[in-house]
C-alpha cells in the first residue's frame, strides 16, 4: 500500500489546499480541506514531513501537527515561489510547497511559541506607535 511521505499544506482564511507524494514523487492526495477538518485529517495520516508556508497562522499549525506526530517545516512563501509550475492559485502553491519542502538547500522558519507570538505583536505594535509621523 502506498503511503504519504511528504504533505504541502497552503494555509488561508477559511479553505486549505493539501497536496501529498509518496517517496517516488507520486501524487496520492490533492484535496482542498475546510479549517475545522484539518486536524481529523492529519490524524488519519501516517506521520510524514509537512511543510507549510512560513505566515502568523502557520507557528499554529506547526504546533498541531506536531503534537499529533509530524515533521513540519516551515518556509518563507518566497522560497517556495520558483516551484510554482502553472498559474497561480491554492493548488499549485500547495504543490510547490510539497516540492521545496524536499529540497536539501532549503531553508526553514524556526516554529514559534505562542508566548514568542505574543511578545513580537508587542514589539511591533510599539514600533507602530513610536515611528508615526506627528
Aim: some cysteine; overall charge positive; proline content about 7%.
Amino acid at each position: 500500500m502506498l503511503t504519504v511521505t511528504t504533505i504541502g499544506l497552503d494555509i488561508a482564511k477559511s479553505v486549505f489546499q493539501v497536496h501529498g507524494v509518496d517517496t517516488a514523487g507520486q501524487v496520492l492526495v490533492r484535496r482542498q480541506l475546510k479549517r475545522r477538518h484539518v486536524l481529523a485529517f492529519f490524524q488519519k495520516v501516517p506521520p510524514c514531513l509537512v511543510g507549510i508556508g512560513a505566515c502568523a497562522s502557520s507557528h499554529y499549525w506547526s504546533r498541531e501537527l506536531q503534537a499529533i506526530g509530524h515533521i513540519v517545516r516551515l518556509m518563507p512563501p518566497a522560497y517556495a515561489k520558483p516551484y510554482v509550475k502553472r498559474p497561480k492559485n491554492d493548488a499549485t502553491d500547495a504543490e510547490a510547497i510539497c516540492e521545496a519542502v524536499t529540497r536539501a538547500n532549503m531553508r526553514f522558519v524556526p516554529t514559534k511559541t505562542p508566548e514568542q507570538q505574543s511578545c513580537l505583536m508587542l514589539h511591533r505594535t510599539r514600533h507602530l506607535f513610536t515611528s508615526r509621523p506627528r
